[in-house]
């Protein structure tokens, strides 16, 4: 079983960083892909990054490509989105979801890839 759980959301303003935290409290860490989704009022849910915990190159969607990092601590068991230069754009929820698998999906921007999603953390950027 997975069981995600996000942090790190609040108000910030253009321009600044804030860090998204996916703590996995499942048993078989290292064996999912996790990806970043966000999902803004009235929109599509947006695929942002997405990694495999057994280590693998990331997946970026070009939206936030040079912006965005996705990484993890195994230790602790969490994957990360490092998020810069912040755009009121950029205001949403955000949500980590997993899928168990050897490796990431075909699309792993993708959200019906996913079966395995946390409550989701919001995130406000103001001009």
């Known amino acids: 079983q997975v069981y995600l759980m996000e942090s790190g959301g609040g108000s910030v303003q253009a321009g600044r960083s804030l860090r998204l935290s996916c703590l996995d409290s499942g048993y078989k860490y290292g064996e999912y892909c996790v990806a970043w989704f966000r999902q803004a009022p009235g929109k599509e849910r947006e695929g942002l990054a997405a990694?495999?915990?057994?280590?693998?190159?990331?997946y970026y969607a070009d939206s936030v490509k040079g912006r965005f990092t996705i990484s993890q601590d195994t230790a602790k068991k969490t994957v990360y989105l490092q998020m810069n230069r912040l755009e009121p754009e950029d205001t949403a929820m955000y949500y980590c979801?997993?899928?168990?698998?050897?490796?990431?999906?075909?699309?792993?921007?993708?959200?019906?890839?996913?079966?395995?999603w946390g409550q989701g953390t919001q995130v406000t950027v103001s001009s």
């Open positions: 990694m495999h915990t057994g280590g693998s190159s990331p």
């Open positions: 979801a997993a899928v168990l698998a050897m490796g990431c999906p075909t699309n792993p921007m993708a959200d019906y890839e996913y079966g395995y």
